[in-house]
């Protein structure tokens, strides 16, 4: 079962990040895990005019380090008698400035609240989505509002067999990570566990073609043929992490397997509307060892068009190109 042990949490005294905060004390102090919160700080002058360096620029930076550091203590003040938490101030651009504090510490999870846009109909911002796409470690990112216990996770899953072979083993391990912190979640907050895959019969549309004219029984046993193979590969999946956990714990979760025909960009974000989930855990890249690939259309679609938390995973062998400087 998946534990989390080195726990980073960001906050933002200007906004409402108290979920966020609250489910890493909650996490650290259930996984006796540790807990680092940052808080980050943008590089401001002393004033318009003024340059970088000198006594003054240096006063006024220790100043703002001062209140900083002051606001993110009053906000850690109620969770200090659970666990203990060090505090750390970055200086610099949000999203890389996290994730070089992920290097440098190997932290193994990031949970942050998403930042506040009211102008864009989407949950999630632009450094949202940065960390998203590059961060090496699991990314949740709590949606303000979200009820302090979670009633039904989803676990959304790709086991589509037309990846090149070398993607396939990637995959395979990305989805039993997916299903494997899913149920832990579940577990720990006695919530319903939903998996639900998209599939497509790619060849449909050109046996509806006027100029093919398939009889229309044939065009169904086609369809039914490719759903019992993405089932069939489903099946195995669950009951591959069944194993791997013990049949006691899948027996007590009761999952429920949803098939779902269409593409995903537009299915798996509905279909988590339709059952209300608190949480999806998915994966954000499916590729590893290519230049440049950072996160896949399909992956950035849903994300872009889901409105609760979420819980993103990488694959086994992601590397960041993000590095640290100090």
Partial sequence: MK??????CVVDTKTDCKHALQRAVELAENNQASLAVVNVMSNDKAGIGMPD???ISADFQAARLKVHTQEVEELLEPYRAQVEINIRILYGTPFLEIIRE?????H?????????????DQLFGSDDMHLLRKCPCP??????????????????????????QEEQETRRELNHQILEIASSQALSNFAELHIVHSWESISESTLRSQFINTPEEEI????????????????ALINDVTNNLGSDVMDYLKPQKHMIKGNARKEIPAFAKS??????????VGRTGIQGFIM???????????DCSVLAIKPPGFETPVTVID
């Fill in 53 to 55: 360096g000198g006594p």
């Fill in 275 to 284: 059952i209300e989930a608190d949480l999806i855990v998915m994966g954000t």
């Fill in 139 to 164: 990314v949740w990112l709590t949606k303000p509002g979200a009820p302090k216990t979670y009633g039904r996770i989803l676990a959304a899953v790709d086991i589509d067999k037309t990846y090149p």
């Fill in 102 to 106: 992920v290097l440098r510490n190997n």
């Fill in 3 to 8: 534990r989390f042990k080195n726990i980073l």
């Fill in 108 to 120: 193994d999870l990031l949970i942050k609240s998403p930042e506040t846009q009211d102008w864009l």
């Fill in 296 to 306: 896949g259309n399909t992956a950035e679609t849903i994300l872009n068009h889901i």
């Fill in 220 to 235: 169904v046993a086609y369809m039914n043929e490719v759903k019992e193979l993405h089932s069939t590969s489903l099946d």
